[in-house]
């Protein structure tokens, strides 16, 4: 049972945290202010509203009373309440209406309603409050007449209590109004941490990023930093270490490519030669790797332009690109540029023709490149993402590599926050949907 109630809780507490808060202070001014409100409602203020309105309908009986007894006087006695109290009376033998006006949620015509009951009986009696702005139409029912009264408000309802509800209310949404603005410096240290961290966590740099607020969250925050130039550290050291050895070794392979060309021996040199250019790819694949994990400046990337380059670099009458909606995005464009021309050449590596489509959608953007080719088998579709594994079926994704090409380009798009998929694509070949958040 507590476990359902402490699902349900947290179901429909809000997931932000200045929110959280927000209510844990406001929560507590609302409840107090509606107790006194209630307490007040009831002691008070139906009790005030009670004791005018039995006064009112007194003197409505008074008057009732003396037409009855006297009508010769009651031009006189008519007057005399316009005068003194700004009764509008006015005695006819208009049809009484049938239903009254009464509002069914309001204190002011609920009270009217049981004095007027009380005093003249069911049914003898019509009232409308909302008619006239400043003044309540009352009538009374005789034998063959009526009785008509226009009476000023405030002799039904006392002024005071909209006062006294105004300065109960009024402090308390001060309070809440302080609170607030309290709560939103508290939590903006929080805020701008996890934005730090959401942009380290695509990749971007957080050079700028200055700890601050109460002396827990300060720590948190020097922490974070330290752990965030620890790893760009390590980060700078792995790739420099890759981009070290892959440099050091073009040198012999090139040495031995010229003494390659120098053996008159052609069918040996060839052989050797094909050796030397596979090292040569797999040394590439390796610095394209090491320079995924450096860090890049972020800048707006338009992706229908980004496409339109490569599309211009390759130069491939077999890429197709095709209705590239206009959308921009903060992130790496090397980067980017990387990951999305090495899904294109593997499926024209693999396949005739590849399509390019973009579709946009309220804050996601995704990108389907599609080929005719062999495809992947449905149960390998997780295992080419891993560094360093290879098909060797119908369709390898780095035939001339070490098997680091869709590990690239998973480790870009996962950088920039987005997520990548496979498939059968419409043409029969493989369908890679990259969706990036804008």
């Not at 006695?77 to 949620?105: A, H, M, V, W």
């Not at 493989?430 to 958040?437: D, E, G, H, N």
């Amino acid at each position: 049972m507590f476990s359902g109630l402490n699902n349900f809780i947290k179901y429909i507490l809000p997931k932000r945290l200045f929110y959280r808060a927000l209510i844990i202070v406001a929560a507590p001014t609302i409840i107090l202010q509606i107790i006194i409100t209630i307490v007040f409602y009831d002691s008070i203020w139906i009790k005030a509203n009670k004791s005018i309105t039995r006064s009112l309908v007194s003197q409505l009986k008074t008057i009732e009373n003396v037409y009855l007894n006297n009508k010769d006087n009651l031009d006189f006695f008519t007057d005399s309440y316009k005068n003194n109290f700004n009764f509008e009376i006015d005695i006819n033998n208009k049809p009484f209406p049938l239903s009254t006006g009464e509002r069914k949620f309001s204190p002011m015509d609920r009270s009217l309603r049981r004095e007027l009951k009380s005093a003249f009986g069911n049914n003898n009696y019509f009232f409308n409050t909302s008619k006239f702005k400043n003044a309540v139409e009352i009538k009374i029912k005789l034998d063959n007449e009526m009785i008509e009264f226009l009476v000023p408000k405030e002799m039904i309802s006392a002024s005071s209590v909209r006062l006294f509800v105004l300065w109960t209310t009024l402090p308390s949404i001060i309070l809440i109004l302080i609170a607030l603005i309290f709560l939103k410096n508290q939590t903006k240290p929080l805020v701008r941490l996890a934005k730090a961290a959401e942009r380290f966590g695509k990749g971007d740099y957080v050079n700028d990023f200055r700890p601050s607020g109460a002396a827990e969250i300060r720590k948190a925050a020097y922490e974070f930093d330290r752990m965030a130039k620890r790893i760009n550290r390590h980060l700078n050291q792995r790739s420099e270490m890759l981009s070290g050895i892959s440099h050091d070794l073009r040198t012999p392979l090139t040495r031995l490519k010229l003494q390659l060309a120098m053996i008159e021996q052609k069918n040996i040199s060839e052989k050797m030669s094909k050796d030397i250019d596979e090292m040569e790819s797999m040394l590439n694949d390796y610095l394209q790797f090491a320079k995924t994990q450096t860090q890049e400046e972020t800048s707006i990337v338009n992706l229908s332009n980004l496409f339109y380059r490569i599309e211009k670099n390759l130069n491939d009458k077999n890429l197709t690109l095709l209705n590239l909606k206009e959308v921009s995005l903060k992130g790496r464009l090397s980067a980017l540029t990387r990951c999305f021309e090495n899904v294109i050449q593997n499926g024209l590596t693999y396949g005739e023709k590849v399509y390019v489509t973009l579709q946009k959608g309220s804050n996601i953007v995704t990108i389907y490149i599609e080929d005719d080719g062999p495809g992947i088998p449905e149960d390998q579709y997780k295992n080419v993402f891993k560094p360093l594994f290879r098909l060797d079926k119908s369709r390898n994704l780095n035939k001339s590599g070490v098997g680091l090409g869709l590990a690239i380009v998973e480790d870009i798009i996962n950088s920039h926050g987005g997520s990548i998929l496979l498939g059968r694509s419409k043409y029969e070949g493989l369908q890679v949907k990259i969706s990036l958040p804008f």
